[in-house]
């Protein structure tokens, strides 16, 4: 169970207030909303990506163990925020090969087999997307977040993503957050979350 409670974060131009929420174990998330609207903050503060007391994982505060909050951020946590997180000097392989294994049967399905030894810099804008996802999706553990990890592909790529997300979902039972504007895959999450919803925008005036 991941809870939130009391988050706010604030910018320069604005503070986003999130309401006190839970994330339960063996549910799927699908979360939209408008650009702005605190989406991929939310997402960055669940993977604890962001060092916030307000994120608790089964009831532990992980600002109070810092060492052992990276060593279960490495064991228990998936995360695709954007093809930035990749190392350009890196191969396909180089990547996969830090989660620990190189699945060949998913490279075919992803479209990346043929780009194997290709380094990330050399990669176009959906396959580095498609890379991303997959060594989430690969990475032990039971949470997975996933912050538009379609926004770079087609309609066919999409389902297979979108379906691989699930089905690894089903798999680990554990909790998975997607953030997407596409809404044609709601229907198939078991939560639907509309990030207006959730928390509250105050624009600062300058």
Do not use: W
């Not at 605190?38 to 009831?59: P, R, W």
């Not at 998913?106 to 050399?122: A, E, M, R, S």
């Amino acid at each position: 169970m991941i809870e939130v409670k009391q988050l706010q974060v604030v910018f320069k131009n604005k503070s986003i207030r999130y309401h006190d929420m839970v994330f339960e174990h063996g549910k799927s998330y699908f979360i939209y909303g408008d650009s702005g609207g605190g989406k991929s903050t939310l997402v960055k503060h669940l993977s604890l990506l962001e060092n916030s007391d307000a994120i608790s994982y089964n009831g532990v505060d992980f600002t109070k163990f810092k060492k052992e909050k990276e060593k279960f951020k490495r064991k228990n946590i998936g995360i695709y925020l954007s093809e930035k997180m990749l190392v350009d000097d890196l191969t396909v392989s180089d990547h996969l090969s830090l989660v620990g294994k190189v699945d060949y049967e998913k490279l075919k399905n992803y479209g990346l087999l043929p780009l194997i030894n290709t380094k990330v810099k050399h990669l176009s804008s959906g396959e580095k997307q498609r890379l991303g996802v997959l060594i989430a999706l690969m990475k032990d553990g039971c949470y997975k977040f996933f912050d538009e990890p379609t926004s770079h592909v087609n309609k066919s790529l999409s389902d297979m993503i979108i379906n691989g997300i699930l089905d690894n979902h089903n798999k680990n039972k554990g909790i998975t957050v997607v953030v997407s504007h596409d809404l044609s895959y709601k229907h198939l999450f078991d939560v639907v979350i509309n990030i207006s919803d959730v928390c509250d925008v105050v624009e600062e005036v300058v």
